[in-house]
């Protein structure tokens, strides 16, 4: 097994944070680099670690193979981002890698790039208008000045509807996960439904805030929008037990 560091920056055992598999304990392996330069509401990407200023790699094959025998009582596998299907021989060595054990995989994407995995679930968080950024803003993580140039690349990017077909259809299980800012997304999640063909019962809307405080205040409301239109609710389990703490 290759003994090369790999974009992965981030490693480590957790319980699920979000959507149809939230609290079931997983293995979480994160890539770094992504295409889009998320700017919501009230916060930023919430890795910004793997998009706006992405962190060299730490992790070779051996070490990720070392890191699932240490935890054989885990029997689920995440690969987040950043964007995951950016790299698609190393998305394919690490799913083998968790199939090896019979573990349940996750892909979470943005849905810049089609790529078919072994996956079993395909979690989906297209990006809608809400997170575009905002040229002369200041990005908080790495002081950058956030640029035309920057919102120009996540616009070419964050609606790849033929990648997102592809992905849906390519996979057994899917979810579509957009992060919700205020009422008026829900016109956008809409169309976003009908150009891929999903149906409420598998969107599940998370509300956006990278501090509890947010989620709390938009919470209410749409958790009230959901049951009024019949879409799954999903919270943010790790920021409303650990905050904005990393590795957990």
């Not at 919501?40 to 070779?60: L, Q, R």
């Not at 699932?68 to 790299?87: A, D, N, Q, R, V």
């Not at 200041?138 to 609606?159: A, L, N, S, Y």
């Amino acid at each position: 097994m290759s003994d090369k560091v790999l974009p992965i920056n981030e490693m480590y055992t957790c319980l699920q944070g979000e959507g149809k598999l939230m609290g079931v304990p997983h293995i979480l392996i994160r890539v770094s680099g992504c295409r889009l330069r998320c700017q919501f509401a009230d916060s930023f990407c919430d890795t910004p670690y793997s998009s706006w200023k992405p962190e060299k790699g730490k992790f070779t094959y051996q070490d990720v193979d070392k890191f699932f025998e240490k935890h054989p009582h885990i029997h689920h596998t995440m690969i987040t981002g950043g964007g995951p299907t950016l790299h698609g021989k190393m998305l394919q060595k690490l799913c083998e890698i968790a199939k090896k054990r019979y573990h349940h995989i996750t892909i979470e994407t943005e849905g810049s790039e089609f790529v078919s995995t072994m996956g079993d679930l395909i979690s989906l968080s297209p990006k809608l208008s809400n997170s575009t950024p905002k040229p002369g803003t200041t990005m908080p993580f790495t002081g950058k000045i956030v640029t035309e140039k920057d919102k120009e690349k996540h616009e070419k990017w964050r609606c790849n509807y033929e990648a997102m077909k592809q992905l849906i259809e390519h996979h057994p299980d899917y979810q579509l996960k957009p992060v919700i800012s205020s009422e008026e997304d829900l016109e956008e999640v809409k169309e976003l439904q009908k150009i891929l063909d999903v149906p409420n019962h598998m969107v599940y809307l998370m509300p956006e805030g990278l501090e509890r405080n947010q989620l709390n205040e938009r919470r209410k409301w749409l958790t009230e929008l959901c049951t009024r239109e019949g879409y799954n609710f999903t919270d943010r389990l790790h920021i409303i037990v650990y905050g904005d703490e990393r590795g957990v």
